[in-house]
């Protein structure tokens, strides 16, 4: 049984920065497609960055450069720096655990998921 906890979010102001963090339980290890999404009220859920088992990373282009993926395998934590937030940058994070396989920003890489944390901006 896959669990993921997600931490970390809050109210920041537009140009400040946050970091997100995903404990994941159930899972042997981290070394697998792993994945942040936000939701914004009003919009569907979008995939925000993703990190393969060798640790090659895909971001939505409106986040390249300001925010980066990171994992520790060791903790089974998923990392999400975030820097220079804008207001559109405002939602609900959501950590997503998939396989060892294909990676990238669709749901359909993902099986398991977290309750979210929210990010205001």
């Known amino acids: 049984h896959v669990q993921l906890v997600e931490s970390g979010g809050g109210s920041v102001q537009p140009g400040g920065s946050l970091r997100l963090s995903c404990r994941i339980s159930?899972?042997?290890?981290?070394?697998?497609?792993m994945g942040w999404f936000r939701q914004a009220p009003g919009k569907e859920r979008e995939g925000v960055a993703a990190?393969?088992?060798?640790?090659?990373?895909t971001y939505a282009d409106s986040v390249k450069g300001r925010f980066t993926i990171s994992k520790d395998n060791g903790k089974n934590t998923v990392f999400l720096q975030m820097n220079s937030l804008k207001p559109e940058d405002t939602g609900m994070y959501y950590c997503?655990?998939?396989?060892?396989?294909?990676?990238?920003?669709?749901?359909?890489?993902?099986?398991?998921w977290g309750q979210g944390t929210q990010v205001t901006v």
């Open positions: 997503a655990a998939g396989g060892p396989g294909s990676c990238g920003l669709g749901s359909l890489f993902f099986h398991a």
């Open positions: 990190i393969d088992g060798d640790g090659s990373t």
């Open positions: 159930g899972l042997a290890d981290t070394n697998y497609c």
